[in-house]
């Protein structure tokens, strides 16, 4: 540095020191102004409730963190309780109100009962998860083969009850789990072996079977957007580590990752334990089928009142609840004591407003009818002492289509309990046709598609934005996706629909409609997606913006390598007409006069689900780039090969 440049930096410095300088030493020269923030501040509520947070010990010592919410003066209270992955504290605690409704009112929580019947509430974090001690595992299986520990979720929800009946002296004794997803899934624990406490279980939504139909595979394909929630709930005990994506449509996020595999790597998930389970694990082998809730219960009686709620548009976990009553309702320990209610909901809606779900209007609030007609008075029974009998039937279901609740004596039933379905094919036909007539055949026997994995068929309009289970600074639209308008779908060339003329009478189906597929492809591998769609009129008087409107009623995928044997995967022989048989989610549906029934039949349906490569590989998780090929799929409707969807029908009552 020049000398003249020192000489000048220095008396800059000594000015700017000076400068600085002159008003700290001003500002000695006065007495500081009083602190307006004291020391320590006492706060001064006036709460309508008790809160205590507790760890409550397990019995191998490890201790799981409740949060427990009790009314201001109640005695021999019932206790609602919730086993949890997401956080008791944030559950139950809301600063800014002294009431224990907004306090309490959350995901999981029917807050209004909890407050008109004046429940004790608590929610306890799972083991390994935010306030409680211990190791992590998803859905953590019961002891046996995949748990050599003497706990699982079971002896954990036993361990709980017992300490809360023990420790809540405003308590009667009583206790009812309720839980939702995940929640339900606890609830379902804690049918195996129950503490003589526990009187009621209410699963909502449980997640049952993860690889047939719930969060994780849908018969085989792996559902590629459970991988945020996978990554959220694995990388750290609070969940404190945020999905990040980088697009605004999660299509291209999926699309230029490759395979599900490939972004995960990318993600650094090769470091969750569950992760690294589902790719060692694609395929329905005894990793899956040991942990199946349904088989699990099924192999024993049912000891407490179950209320199984299944929601018919379920985004996440359409599969468990049907799977468990299943399994359960002939059981002769179930009589009296399994309960069953079909909504016509989305995922954990139970608990809000649902007057409509996406554009379909309800003709009343769903949820709140029942909430004060089936969930209240059940829970109240077996809660309260000396509640009267609750007089749930043993099946309540919405008919959606024409709007209104049924009780009936068992699942399926239709006619409000006096007929049982009967299985009537609707066949494809050729030029686009279907009816319930036999194809006669002709030159035009089936039809055919170009399948392309660099083009896969969205299963949602694009953009397709990522899923945010719940952020507040995004828009979620992923809960409804299930009753978008599917006619924009139909408008790609490898997409196919087959649509019947406008039916002179209304049709009622209730149950799993059953698809029978005739199907070749120029590949070793293909996923076959079937959809049963109502079309309504042409024009809609009183909603005009429901003209045309192509609601799904019943939809889902199957991977063709487990067409002999979901523990099995092969590939398929190409060019060759061969049959799948899968079934279709629950519905409970009227198509009106005037409606259409429609088909739709594609091979793809990304980014919920991950792209077949179309060319047979051992694990589709760590398919390459150059595994991804075109396929020519062929749909067959002639004698012989015929392609069809067996319809649960039930006669439509006169008010239909």
Request: aromatic share 10%; hydrophobic share 35%; with cysteine.
């Amino acid at each position: 540095m020049p000398p003249f440049v020192r000489s000048l930096t220095a008396a800059l410095l000594v000015a700017c020191t000076g400068a600085l300088a002159a008003p700290v030493a001003a500002q000695s020269q006065y007495a500081s102004l009083p602190n307006e923030t004291p020391a320590h501040f006492h706060a001064v509520r006036h709460d309508q409730y008790i809160r205590r947070s507790v760890d409550i010990p397990m019995r191998d010592g490890t201790k799981l963190h409740a949060s427990i919410m009790i009314p201001k003066g109640v005695t021999r209270a019932g206790i609602v309780l919730t086993m949890t992955p997401y956080n008791a504290e944030s559950m139950t605690h809301r600063a800014d109100s002294p009431h224990l409704g907004p306090v309490i009112n959350g995901y999981d929580t029917p807050a209004d009962i909890v407050v008109e019947d004046g429940y004790i509430r608590v929610v306890v974090d799972v083991r390994g998860k935010y306030g409680s001690a211990g190791d992590f595992v998803m859905n953590r299986p019961l002891r046996g083969p995949l748990n050599h520990t003497p706990v699982d979720d079971a002896t954990d929800i036993d361990d709980t009850v017992a300490w809360l009946v023990k420790h809540i002296p405003q308590s009667n004794g009583k206790v009812g789990i309720v839980g939702i997803s995940y929640d339900g899934y606890e609830a379902l624990m804690a049918m195996v072996h129950p503490n003589p406490a526990l009187k009621v279980t209410v699963p909502i939504n449980p997640m049952v079977d993860g690889w047939m139909g719930d969060d994780w595979f849908h018969k085989g394909a792996f559902r590629e957007q459970m991988i945020p929630y996978i990554y959220g709930q694995e990388a750290g005990r609070r969940s404190q580590y945020p999905w990040w994506s980088g697009y605004r449509d999660d299509y291209d996020l999926y699309l230029k990752a490759g395979s599900a595999g490939a972004l995960a790597k990318a993600r650094g998930m090769d470091q969750l334990g569950f992760w690294r389970k589902l790719v060692q694990h694609p395929a329905y082998d005894s990793f899956w089928q040991d942990q199946a809730v349904d088989k699990l219960l099924a192999r024993q009686p049912v000891t407490i009142p179950t209320l199984l709620v299944q929601s018919l548009w379920d985004e996440e976990d359409i599969y468990g609840a049907m799977a468990v009553y299943r399994a359960l309702a002939d059981k002769p320990s179930a009589k009296g004591r399994l309960f069953l209610a079909i909504g016509p909901w989305r995922h954990a809606k139970t608990w809000d407003t649902a007057s409509d779900i996406g554009k379909i209007d309800l003709d009343m609030d769903t949820a709140k009818w029942f909430r004060q007609h089936v969930l209240r008075p059940f829970l109240a029974q077996y809660l309260k002492d000396g509640a009267p009998p609750a007089h749930v039937a043993p099946v309540t279901a919405f008919v959606t289509g024409v709007n209104h609740w049924e009780r009936l004596s068992h699942w399926p039933e239709g006619c409000g309990g006096t007929c049982t379905p009967t299985m009537k094919p609707l066949y494809l036909h050729a030029d686009g046709g279907l009816g319930f007539a036999p194809p006669k055949g002709g030159k035009h026997d089936s039809d055919s598609y170009v399948s392309d994995p660099a083009k896969p068929v969205p299963y949602r309009i694009r953009p397709i934005q990522p899923w945010s289970h719940g952020r507040p600074d995004q828009v979620d639209s992923w809960p409804e996706w299930l009753v978008d308008d599917q006619r924009q779908f139909a408008t790609r060339t490898d997409v196919l629909s087959y649509e019947t003329a406008p039916l002179k009478q209304p049709l009622m189906i209730a149950g799993r409609p059953e698809v029978h597929l005739s199907a070749a492809t120029s590949g070793t591998d293909s996923d076959w997606v079937v959809k049963l769609i109502d079309v309504y009129p042409d024009e809609v008087r009183v909603k005009p913006s429901m003209g045309g409107y192509e609601l799904g009623v019943a939809m889902d995928i199957f991977r063709g390598r487990y067409r002999t044997g979901y523990d099995d995967p092969q590939p398929l022989t190409p060019d060759t007409p061969l049959p799948y048989h899968f079934h279709l989610p629950t519905t409970n549906h009227v198509f009106r006069k005037g409606h259409r029934i429609m088909v739709q039949i594609q091979s793809s349906w990304f980014p919920l689900y991950d792209r077949n490569p179309q060319s047979f590989v051992k694990n589709i998780f760590l398919a390459r780039p150059g595994d991804y090929k075109k396929a020519t799929q062929t749909i067959y409707h002639a004698p012989g090969k015929a392609s069809y969807i067996d319809l649960p029908v039930v006669p439509a009552r006169s008010g239909d």
